[in-house]
């Protein structure tokens, strides 16, 4: 391509999210048509089929357009309404600037319009005929770790921005290390900002190779990598006819397509026990189940489990959960992320803090643990603090007895941490308990993996941890 | 020509019994939210106005520990301006359900002075110390409320379990990380825990759940024929709370309401929505937010809401 097909390119088209598209009264182009989160059967019948829902979290560097993607994801899929809209107008206007900055929409915070930064996670909704799309959106540069690491907890998808004239970035391996890390599954890769590399297939190739080649390293089992423009609105949901040598879906179109969720039957059933059900009156008198939501696997009536860490052993006697008039109902099966009561067939001890687990693949029961930490306060983690342990519904109280090393995100080595572990740091981290826990390899089950580390005086969660495997020794690399 | 695609993945769609409607997944989050509080707080309270989003927060927790009753007390901040037929409705559900009910009143802080009436005759702010009171007088721990962060985008930034000192106070840029589904509760005498079990729902996604489980609300919420006159470019319900002004014309219209609050400044809207199917649809054809739509104290300044989240406001 040459630039002169890059400025016809530029003056022939007008972006989609110009002041006057959005502010002409009664428009009804950008905002009104709601085909994307209406009823689809137009019968208010709906859902008709199974709309499930996915969760994500964004991951951008400073000036790559990951606010503006946001907000042409919204926008295009027409969940912004017409008050939002104007609100960002009329803000814009008031800047001086020509066009309205959708990274108005995601910046909600007084502080954060002043300063023109995003200083904390902040969730989108968003919806189509398929999904339902929760999004964290995380901020590129302050507090980066502690914010990414928050914003991919929970989700099933990373949508990493690559500046297509920048290219892979520190910052992208950043992601990536975060997003391998927490374990992400699938990884979507914007690489935006392609009309100003006039959409050059080998630009976006190379781009594309060098991620490739970090992405490797981390194990992600799954990355789709789109060249877009989301100033332009090229790829995002629409398709752009400026890249004919691009065949791949456009990023909506992706997010449509990837798969959501674990196969509950190909993992091990684990329930934290949250709450003790025991009525205690009427016909449900002798009533005691056991609520919990399901964090893997699969349980049906007649299953043995064993409750952890105790390791008592029972079977399930029935399934439970209350139907929409408030009766119970009695399921054949129940699979995570459900939530249910379970009742078991011998009277045996289970309390808040245990997990009841498949008797066959019960997980390990120990004292102490190795993990990777990413510190989430102020306060520095340091070799021999004293600390709460959180995993599952179980709080323990917990040592660090060591602080093994700690990740140099700039060259992903590992380094001494004499000094222990400041805020948005990752390191690796052994600790001792002061009674058993059931925990898993992180990797595998990544609810039963998890812990928290908080603070015995105020109660600050101090750390977010990953368990290692049980035999997994030492030194090894993350 | 290629396609995107850098590996193939061995992604495959799960078997289809195993998978989970969304609505079913955003009831799983919150049955497991209200059963962590249940387990980790002494006193833990629901705040119930009658308003949709308290009645589904109600229904969710009776879900979540049937076949045991509801193990939280309800609280209401009366304005003194509430739609009478939204406080019928209240309390028939607290008779129903047994529960124990704490209503704290803004007029007897009006009546004695501890509160004085705006100049705008305004109540939603004002609901603020009544509220902190109740919750320090009773030695609520844990509160929930039901917010969501669709509405509003100060909201956005809320956590599911909010800490707030012992002023209400809600400091954003002192919020814990919120990771995985570990909701860290701990708090010190004196704080206590602001629980949102409904923060990842929208505004249809509360009508959809409301469809599908055949849940009641207040008649109002439904299109019926009112008086009402205009404020703001919005129908305000004409009443004893004091509108409308001599200037304001009065005239009956088929409106029906998206939010419930205070009447002096919640706002209906035109419909003809005579059940949920009917309020789905028109909800889907909506270019407004509900907050936009139906509520003037957030329309007062871009940052309304979170000025009146960090004096302790819900």
Redesign the interface.
């Known amino acids: 391509m040459t630039t002169t097909q890059t400025s016809t390119t530029q003056t022939s088209t007008s972006p989609a999210i110009t002041t006057s598209a959005i502010t002409t009264p009664d428009s009804e182009a950008p ?2 048509a ?1 085909t994307a ?3 689809p059967t137009g019968t ?4 008709t089929r ?4 996915l969760r994500l979290a964004t991951a951008g560097s400073v000036d790559d357009g990951k606010s503006t993607l946001v907000g042409r994801l919204l926008y295009d899929t027409k969940s912004v ?4 809209l104007d ?1 960002v107008e009329r ?1 814009s206007r008031e800047r001086g600037l020509d066009a309205a900055d959708l990274a108005l ?7 954060e ?1 002043e300063q023109g930064i995003t ?7 968003f ?1 189509t005929a398929t ?2 799309y ?1 999004l964290a959106d995380t901020p590129g540069h302050v507090q980066y770790t ?2 990414m ?2 914003g991919a ?2 989700a099933e998808l990373a949508l990493i921005l690559i500046d297509a004239r920048h290219g892979v970035v520190e910052q992208t391996r950043r992601h990536l290390a975060v997003t391998g890390l927490l374990g992400v599954r ?1 990884i979507a890769v914007a690489v935006n900002k392609m009309d100003l590399v006039d959409w050059d297939q080998d630009r976006f190739d190379a781009i ?1 190779a060098e ?2 080649h970090h ?1 490797s390293r981390f194990g992600i ?6 060249p877009v423009s989301a100033l332009f609105g090229d790829n995002v949901v629409d398709r752009s006819d400026r890249a004919p ?5 456009t990023l909506l179109e ?1 997010l449509e397509a ?8 190909a993992q091990p059933l684990r329930v934290p026990v ?2 003790v ?3 205690q ?1 009427g016909e ?1 008198r002798d ?1 005691r189940g056991y ?3 399901l964090a893997s696997g ?1 349980v049906r009536p007649g299953d043995e489990v064993v409750v952890l860490p105790a390791g008592s052993r029972s079977r399930i006697a029935g399934i ?3 139907g ?3 009766r ?1 109902e009695q399921l054949d ?1 129940a ?1 995570a ?3 249910v009561v379970l009742r078991l067939t011998d009277d045996v001890d289970v309390s ?1 803090g245990d997990l009841i687990a498949a008797a066959d693949e019960p997980g390990l029961v120990t004292r102490s643990l190795s993990g990777t930490v990413a510190v ?1 306060d102020d306060r520095p983690l340091r070799r021999r603090d004293r600390v ?1 342990l ?2 599952g ?1 179980r709080t323990v109280r917990a040592i660090v007895d060591d602080v093994v090393d700690q990740l140099d995100i700039e060259t992903m080595e590992q380094r001494a941490a004499p000094d222990g572990l400041a805020l948005n740091a990752i390191g690796r981290v052994r600790i001792r308990l002061a009674e058993d826990v059931a925990i898993d390899d992180y990797r595998s089950l ?2 039963t993996g ?3 580390l ?1 603070d015995e005086n ?4 101090l750390a ?1 941890g990953m368990a290692d495997a049980p035999d997994r020794s030492v030194g090894e690399g993350i | ?7 193939t ?21 919150a ?2 939210i209200f ?2 509080v ?2 980790e707080f002494e006193r833990p309270v629901i705040l119930f106005s009658g308003g949709k989003d308290s009645v589904v927060m109600v229904h969710l927790a ?8 509801l193990p939280f007390t309800l609280l209401h901040v009366d304005t003194g301006h509430n739609f009478p037929e939204v406080l019928r409705y209240r309390d028939e559900t607290v008779e129903r359900l047994g529960v124990r009910l704490v209503v704290a009143h803004v007029q007897d802080y009006i009546d004695d002075g501890r509160l004085r009436e705006r100049a705008d005759g305004t109540r939603n702010p004002l609901q603020t110390v009544p509220l902190l009171d109740a919750i320090e007088a009773n030695r609520f721990d844990a509160v929930f409320g039901g917010g969501r ?2 509405e ?6 809320e956590r599911v379990f909010s ?1 707030r000192d012992s002023f209400g106070a809600w400091d ?2 002192r ?8 909701y ?1 509760g ?3 005498p004196g704080e206590h825990v602001r629980v949102f079990p409904l ?2 729902w ?1 505004e ?2 509360v009508w ?1 759940y409301i469809e ?4 009641e609300l207040p008649d109002l919420y439904y299109a019926h024929e009112r008086e009402v006159f205009a404020r703001d470019g919005m129908w305000l319900s004409a009443g004893e709370w004091g509108g409308p002004k001599p200037s304001e014309e009065v005239q009956t219209r088929q409106v029906r309401y998206r939010t419930v609050g205070d009447m002096s400044c919640t706002g209906a809207v035109d419909s003809s929505a005579t059940d949920v ?2 309020v ?2 028109e909800l ?6 509900e907050r ?2 139906t509520r003037a104290d957030d329309r007062m300044s ?2 309304a809401m ?2 009146r989240k960090k004096q302790g406001y819900f």
Not at chain 1, 105 to 111: I, N, P, S, V, W
Not at chain 1, 221 to 226: G, H
Request: aromatic share 6%; no cysteine; charged share 25%.
């Open positions: 905002v009104s709601p989160i209406a009823d208010g019948t709906w859902p199974r709309h499930d829902l309404l017409a008050d939002q609100a803000v929409l995601t910046d909600g915070l007084r502080a319009r200083i904390d996670v902040a969730y989108r909704y919806s999904r339902s929760v502690r914010n690491v928050t907890s929970t699938h594309v991620f490739a992405a089992e799954d990355v789709v990598a789109v040598w691009y065949i791949g879906p992706h990837v798969p959501v969720g674990t196969d509950p039957s949250q709450y059900i025991r009525p009156r449900s009533y609520a919990g939501r699969v439970d959960r209350s929409p008039d408030g119970l099966v699979f992320p459900q939530s808040r989430v709460l959180r995993v519904t990544r609810r998890a812990f928290l908080i105020d109660g600050s969660t977010a | 020509m290629r396609a995107a695609h850098m590996t993945t061995a992604a495959r769609a799960l078997p289809a019994h195993y998978t989970l409607d969304h609505l079913d997944h955003l009831e799983s989050e049955v497991h059963r962590e249940a387990g009776l879900k979540a520990f049937a076949p045991a009753p962060r669709d509003e985008k100060a909201r956005a930034k800490l954003p840029r919020q814990r990380p919120e990771l995985w589904d570990l860290n701990k708090h010190a923060s990842n929208t249809l996604d959809r599908r489980e055949g849940i199917a009917g789905i649809v889907a054809g909506s270019r407004l937010t936009g739509a871009e940052a979170e000025d």
